[in-house]
């Protein structure tokens, strides 16, 4: 069982950054392929980001490249995203995912095991 916990949401102008944080427990985590996604009102969930376990892979959804950077540290048992450049076209609640199985695409929710709650990510023109 793996639980996931997000924070770091909150309300941001345009043009600013935010940094999103996701606590795992469990013993795995270390093994676990991470990702982002976010969810705007009215529109599925959507793919964000994805860090391998050891954190050598990574890739980025086409609206968020060059601009959100995920990373990971494994002893702390955390997913970091960092968000610059906001718009208001970022404005979703974000969610962290964890792929055990490795059944399904790592770029669709399907490819996911656990997820978290998610944080709201607000952000004003």
């Known amino acids: 069982q793996v639980q996931l916990v997000e924070s770091g949401g909150g309300l941001v102008q345009a043009g600013g950054s935010l940094r999103l944080s996701c606590a795992a427990s469990?013993?795995?985590?270390?093994?676990?392929?991470m990702g982002w996604f976010r969810q705007a009102p009215g529109k599925e969930r959507d793919f964000v980001a994805l860090?391998?376990?050891?954190?050598?892979?990574?890739d980025y959804g086409d609206s968020v490249k060059g601009r959100f950077t995920i990373s990971r540290d494994n002893a702390k048992n955390t997913v970091y995203l960092e968000m610059n450049s906001l718009n208001p076209e970022d404005t979703a609640v974000y969610y962290c995912a964890a792929r055990i199985t490795g059944r399904g695409s790592w770029y669709s929710t399907g490819g996911y095991d656990y997820w978290g709650q998610g944080t709201q990510v607000t952000v004003s023109s």
């Open positions: 860090i391998s376990a050891s954190g050598a892979i990574t």
């Open positions: 469990g013993p795995t985590f270390r093994s676990n392929h």
